[in-house]
């Protein structure tokens, strides 16, 4: 089943590139370099098929069920090739799949409210919800489909047509994902396109585009909104984090430190929302570094495919760079690895799981996103130091709080300048909870029917009582 302009046109397919396993570094696939001015034609086929999309809610809806099944029922191809693009253990990519058809399930089953304003004016005045028209989503190579997922399932249970584009790191996934909605959803629904920049730009700024919603890095989120800008679309931008684990001084490190080790290292730290940094109370420090760099030196590091991998590669090549350089400032500034802090040697793109110690709070580890298997793990005397530093970077999506006093730690959480917090959990999130970020973390709202309604406009009609 076609999925893109590149399939549909015969000439296109010539123009491709590689797709790299981060767990070889050698190329394994390729796929369509779709040039930005194919997305005419993608836009305004995308605007046709909008008009029998948003006609029929019922249809909608039993669409989207069935495209969650359509994708179940693929969930081994689906995770094998995930793994292999992206990198992650392939138990991480059979829950990707699971989430991004529970995502299908979720929204398919909402419905925008219809609302009476009651004011006491003699009319009947309704509040109803209209889709947008044809929207775009721009995603990252982290969580390809999972990410994808939450952008297409609220925008197609609202009405709206979409035109996805995957991280050029991760299009085949997505390709394949496309082409088995594509057998389930009318023509056009969903198109996904893949390419090098500028097609993201060009996607972006595109004029026949109502809505632009982006998951990213905070410049390119910056760039997304500029380029949006030229056509007035709506935005919404789920961008960067550093988020910190605040460690209260009743906290039982035994008990949480494995939590807490995969709340960093899950999907090789490559998780928004992973925690980025701890902050211990001295009097336990050594203990949290110890229980932690005992996790980093022993976790079983590997390909994605070998069943027996629990933390894969990083994804790319420019990634493993920033990782490596953010790690050596930190040893330069006079941090310590107590465990890892280089790259692993062989082939792939493999970096020691790696925790720091005696890192001084200035150092990029620590103020910016290093976005990988790296854990800094700082010190304070008095709380109010740890909640400043916790507050003290220009992110804010997540955080948490862990200790044995639930009341004292959820009130120390409240404290924190972040979307969502946790209390001895971190990144674990309802896919019926709103989600923003706070800061340059990001604008707008995903999540729940926060999602759907950013999907939406409203349209209001007034009508009096009587004839
Ligand atoms: P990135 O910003 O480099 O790329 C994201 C997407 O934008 C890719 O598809 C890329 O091809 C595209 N792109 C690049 N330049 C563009 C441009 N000028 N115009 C339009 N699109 C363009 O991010 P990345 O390296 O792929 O992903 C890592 C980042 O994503 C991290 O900062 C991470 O925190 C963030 N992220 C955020 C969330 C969240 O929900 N807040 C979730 C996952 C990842």
């Known amino acids: 089943m076609p999925t893109s302009e590149a399939d549909r046109v015969p000439g296109l397919q010539a123009v491709r590139f590689a797709v790299v396993d981060p767990a070889t570094g050698e190329a394994f696939d390729e796929a369509p370099d779709q040039q930005p001015d194919e997305l005419d034609a993608v836009v305004d086929r995308a605007h046709r098929a909008w008009y029998g999309w948003r006609a029929d809610p019922v249809a909608r809806t039993a669409a989207l069920r069935v495209a969650a099944g359509a994708v179940e029922a693929a969930g081994d191809d689906l995770a094998r090739l995930l793994t292999r693009e992206q990198g992650k253990p392939l138990a991480e990519s059979y829950a990707e799949v699971a989430r991004t058809a529970a995502r299908l399930r979720y929204f398919a089953d909402l419905t925008p409210r219809t609302r009476r304003i009651v004011d006491g004016r003699p009319l009947r005045s309704e509040i109803r919800w209209r889709p947008l028209g044809p929207v775009a989503a721009i995603v990252p190579w982290n969580f390809p489909l999972q990410l994808a997922a939450a952008k297409f399932a609220p925008a197609l249970a609202a009405g709206n047509t979409m035109v996805l584009k995957p991280s050029p790191f991760t299009p085949l996934a997505t390709r394949l994902l496309g082409s088995i909605l594509a057998t389930v959803l009318p023509e056009d629904v969903l198109t996904v396109v893949t390419g090098r920049e500028p097609l993201g730009a060009r996607l972006a700024s595109h004029p026949g585009i109502r809505h632009v919603t982006f998951t990213g890095s905070v410049s390119t989120g910056r760039a997304v909104a500029e380029a949006a800008a030229a056509s007035l679309a709506r935005v919404t931008l789920e961008l960067g984090g550093n988020d910190a684990a605040v460690l209260l001084d009743d906290v039982d490190v035994d008990r949480i430190a494995d939590r807490l080790f995969w709340a960093a290292f899950r999907n090789c730290g490559q998780v928004c929302m992973a925690v980025k940094r701890v902050y211990a109370p001295a009097r336990l420090h050594a203990e949290v570094v110890e229980a932690l760099a005992q996790r980093a030196k022993t976790v079983a590091v590997g390909a994605g495919l070998d069943p027996d991998t629990r933390l894969g590669p990083v994804n790319n090549v420019p990634q493993l760079a920033r990782i490596e350089q953010v790690t050596q400032q930190a040893l330069v500034d006079g941090a310590r690895a107590a465990a ?61 709080v862990w200790g044995t006093d639930l009341d004292r730690a959820e009130a120390v959480a409240e404290r924190l300048e972040c979307g969502t917090a946790w209390v001895n959990h971190h990144a674990e999130l309802s896919l019926a909870q709103p989600f923003a970020g706070v800061k340059n973390s990001g604008v707008g709202v995903a999540g729940g029917p926060w999602g759907l309604y950013g999907n939406l406009r409203p349209f209001v009609v007034h009508r009096p009582q009587e004839a």
């Not at 290093?370 to 916790?390: H, K």
């Open 340 to 400: 890892g802090g280089h790259r692993l040697d062989g082939p792939g793109y493999f970096f020691a799981p790696t925790i720091l110690t005696d890192v001084p709070p200035g150092t990029p580890v620590v103020t910016q996103e290093q976005f990988g298997p790296v854990l800094p793990v700082l010190p304070y005397q008095c709380l109010d130091e740890a909640v400043d530093a916790a507050n003290g970077t220009g992110f804010g999506l997540g955080g948490s």
